[in-house]
């Protein structure tokens, strides 16, 4: 019963109901390319499809985070402490909001709002641009968190926050990764896009699940 609970939290949450969908878009981007690669050419195009509906969902559910980064980055602009990771947590964020703002286009592009390939297809290589921007600070404001906690004093130092830590590096290095796919014309296969995504959405699930207690 509790853990039904958890589910029910998790999915009325827009955090939680986006990692849903972000592991079966992952995930069928990885299965559809390994299906091409065995010839199953009809379960590659379902699992393709799948994704790309995953994709078109999970951009409708960003509208409105804009609101929430602006007031992250007020805040942090006021934290003290180490100035390192509050700055890259805050050019982590002004990524992410121009991210959601070039997302947005190419989602009104891809709905056909707007029909202009030339924008649509700036707006999708610019906002994974971005995607790779935000995942670096955030894997440089992590790495700078970790080092700050592992030079505590033994009393001070929390093993549990270390964990969690690490785990969302490994979390924000695989979508440095997937974004880096993305951009890199070809040179990362499509199947590891996948299964990257499919990582770091399983532990951004895991995390939403801790969260939902």
């Known amino acids: 019963m509790q853990n039904f ?5 998790l999915l009325s949450k827009t955090s939680g109901r986006d990692k849903s969908c972000r592991i079966l878009q992952y995930f069928g981007k990885f299965c559809a390319e390994q299906l091409k690669e065995l010839k199953q050419d009809e379960l590659s195009l379902k699992c ?8 078109l969902t999970r951009k409708v559910l960003r509208f409105g985070r804009t609101i929430g980064i602006i007031i992250s980055i007020m805040e942090l602009s006021k934290q003290k402490g180490n100035k390192a990771i509050i700055l890259n947590k805050i050019l982590m964020n002004i990524s992410c909001f121009l991210y959601f703002l070039v997302d947005h286009t ?3 592009c891809k709905i056909q709002v707007i029909q202009n390939p030339q924008l649509e297809a700036k707006a999708d290589y610019w906002s994974d641009a971005l995607w790779c921007f935000e ?3 955030d894997c440089v404001a992590l790495i700078l968190e970790i080092r700050e906690e592992e030079n505590k004093s033994q009393d001070s130092k929390s093993p549990q926050r270390l964990f969690n830590l690490k785990l969302d590096l490994l979390r924000a ?12 014309n070809g040179r990362v296969p499509g199947k590891w896009i996948g299964f990257f995504g499919t990582i770091s959405s399983i532990i951004g ?3 939403q ?5």
């Open 5 to 9: 609970k958890r589910v029910v939290i």
């Open 205 to 207: 699930l895991k995390q």
């Open 48 to 55: 393709k499809n799948l994704s790309s509906n995953m994709s």
């Open 173 to 184: 290095f695989m979508d440095l990764l997937s974004a880096y796919g993305f951009i890199s």
């Open 209 to 213: 699940w801790d969260a939902a207690k």
């Open 106 to 108: 190419h989602w009104f």
């Open 135 to 137: 995942a670096f600070f």
